[in-house]
């Protein structure tokens, strides 16, 4: 196997191309306002990427604590090269916010690596709800969309370099 250096790795955005990609996409309600604008903003970057917006399913799960079991569905399907998490979890706004969030967090992981299957994360975890704004499309960026470049290297990366076939 030719082995590629780490500085010839595609680190550019533009560098990357989704032509050919599916893409699943677990999309949490709790706190909607918000992931609404994380869901557009990785919809927007798949399709500038190439990706088909046939190749794109889209699943809603109530809240982040069932994006993980969502994934699994996902995941031992087949179907997809790469999933994206898509949620929001605002410290102010919960007692439990370390269960939520911790627990999305580790599950999430558990279901990529269980499946072999890179899952990125979309889920924002903010002390309150002026800095979940910024970053789902405010001056600090968006996370969904963030999560959706991620999604597309690893599972180019998957492909390209290592031939894995989803
Ligand atoms: N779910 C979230 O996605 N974000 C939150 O901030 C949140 N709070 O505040 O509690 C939250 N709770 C719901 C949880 O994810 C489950 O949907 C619920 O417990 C039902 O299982």
């Not at 999309?27 to 604008?37: G, L, V």
């Not at 899952?119 to 969904?144: P, W, Y």
Request: hydrophobic share 40%; aromatic share 6%; proline share 3%.
């Amino acid at each position: 196997m030719t082995r590629t250096q780490p500085n010839e790795l595609p680190k550019i955005k533009s560098e990357l191309n989704g032509v050919g990609l599916k893409i699943g996409i677990v999309f949490s309600r709790f706190n909607s306002s918000i992931t609404s604008d994380l869901l557009q903003g990785a919809k927007t970057t798949l399709l500038a990427s190439g990706v088909q917006g046939s190749d794109i399913e889209i699943i809603d799960v109530p809240g982040a604590l069932e994006i993980p079991y969502a994934a699994q569905l996902l995941a031992k399907s087949d179907n997809f090269d790469a999933l994206i998490a898509i949620g929001c979890v605002v410290r102010g706004e919960t007692s439990h916010y370390d269960i939520v969030s911790t627990q999305a967090a580790e599950g999430i992981n558990q279901v990529s690596l269980n499946h072999g299957i890179p899952i990125t994360f979309g889920v924002l975890t903010t002390e309150n709800f002026d800095q979940a704004k910024s970053r789902s499309g405010g001056d600090k960026g968006n996370l969904g969309s963030e999560a959706a470049w991620a999604a597309i290297e690893l599972a180019s990366l998957t492909k390209k370099r290592f031939n894995f076939k989803n």
